[in-house]
């Protein structure tokens, strides 16, 4: 596999995608979605779940939350709430 690749899969409304950049492989799920007047699918939460890719360990995760405004035609965050975890390595 390539150093950057990247594979998906949707669900109903919730989506998964995986990808690999260099030594990382992440992983970002939606939640929870909501819909749009115009009858489109914004995301409300989602994680994403960062691994090495060599070991597979998990070395990080956030979850965001996010509401949704109108700024003249197009959607735009209105509030961002991220939660982060990360592994802390100590000699």
Do not use: C, H, K
């Not at 799920?29 to 597979?56: C, H, I, K, M």
């Amino acid at each position: 596999m390539s150093r950057r690749a990247s594979t998906g899969s949707v669900t109903g409304r919730s989506s998964r995608v995986n990808r690999i950049m260099g030594s990382l492989r992440f992983t970002t799920n939606v939640l929870e979605n909501e819909r749009t007047p115009a009858d489109t699918f914004l995301p409300r939460a989602w994680t994403v779940s960062y691994y090495d890719r060599q070991s597979g360990a998990l070395t990080r995760s956030s979850t965001t939350f996010a509401t949704w405004g109108w700024v003249g035609q197009v959607f735009v965050p209105a509030t961002l709430e991220v939660v982060s975890a990360a592994t802390i390595r100590t000699r």
